[in-house]
Structures are given as structure tokens and as C-alpha cells.
């Protein structure tokens, strides 16, 4: 499976220091996967084949269509869809995102087939620290 078209132009709505720190991981990431320094294109596009974003977010089509699966998003979970050939991650909030773009990258890493990858994350307890020291 080619993992590169994922990392060529992604969507990532929103400003905050969490969407900040999500995309400086995904460029840490596509250094380490590609083996050469990679600049990831992001931009706010709703045809990139990645797309990071929060429920509010999602075009009003695609939340019709998935209202059943959004509504069971907690606070800081996250769900990872792949539909039409475009991989969606959805949070409730950016730490939510987060949480879902580093279990993207834990697919890639463990190369596992994106083509109908689906998978919905809630956390089992309500406080749940990345590292004790990331202010997030």
C-alpha cells in the first residue's frame, strides 16, 4: 500500500496550538516514513485525501450521512474513516484530533491497509495525558 498520497495535501481545520502540534507531528512523521525531509502541503480543502477536523467541520453531506457514528464521539475521542479513496479523521475537540492523528500514524507505521481502514476511539477514563509536560 502507497502511504505517500495521504501526505501530499492535507486538509487541518482549525487555529489552536493543538492543530499546531498535529501537524508538526505528522511532518516528524513523514520525515521518518519517506526517509527524507518532507514538507506536507496543508491547506483547508475538503478534497484532500486527508482530512483532519472536528465534528463541526465536517460538510453538512457528511454529516447527514454519518450522524449515527459522529453522535458517539466523546469528548476526547476521535473516529478515522476512509471513504472514496480519502481518509477522514473527526474529533469532538483538537485534543480528540490529536489523539486520532497519532493513531493514523500508528496505521501507517504498522502498514495497515487504509482502503476501508474505519475505527472509533473513545477514551476509557476521562483524563488522559499524552506526557505529563506538554501543557496541552
Known sequence: ASYLPYFLKISVVGNSQTISVIKEEIEIAAEGFFAKKYQPEFQQNPD????????????????????????????????IKSQAGRLYIIGK?????LYGTFGFLKAVQT??????????ENPKIQLRLLNHWDNL
Open 93 to 97: 475537540t483538537d485534543k480528540g484530533l
Open 48 to 79: 484532500a485525501r486527508l482530512w483532519i477536523g472536528t465534528i463541526e467541520s465536517v460538510p453538512a453531506n457528511l454529516q447527514a450521512a454519518w450522524k449515527s457514528e459522529l453522535s458517539q464521539i466523546t469528548e476526547e475521542g476521535y473516529w
Open 111 to 120: 502498514r495497515t491497509p487504509l482502503d476501508g481502514f474505519e475505527i472509533l
